[in-house]
């Protein structure tokens, strides 16, 4: 957790270092890889019964480290597929 690595916790998951430390952490390229499974598989389908959006939430204990992150991967996954992929962030100000 980036939170209490001293040099990473006033950063986000928008800020390089914590990319590469998170990028680094073998069970968070899991955790993203098998979420775009999930909507790589499931997005057609919804597609085909008029589904005109999708919601997906990721969370993390302060929502400025790794949710942040792993949002953006999956946002940048997404946009070479999609048209319309929208990212927000709650926690950052």
Known sequence: NPFWEPELKPLTGLDQPVQD??????IVTKFVWQINSFLTTWLPHLERNNRSFVT???GCTGGRHRSV???EMLAEHFERQLDDVQTRHRDLT
């Open 69 to 71: 992150y792993i949002s």
């Open 56 to 58: 997906v939430a990721i």
């Open 21 to 26: 430390f998170l990028a680094s952490q073998a």
